[in-house]
């Protein structure tokens, strides 16, 4: 494995974590939107 074919990996898996999160954070805000705004 290259390293060009590292950072590819790299990135795709980072751009995937951070698509979870965002809709986990969607999902929280949709379910409990008086817990979002009381903090």
Excluded: Q, W
Aim: aromatic letters at 6%.
């Amino acid at each position: 494995m290259s390293y060009l074919d590292f950072n590819i990996i790299a990135i795709i898996s980072a751009t995937g974590i951070l698509v979870s999160l965002l809709l986990l954070l969607l999902v929280v805000r949709l379910k409990s939107p008086d817990l979002i705004m009381a903090k």
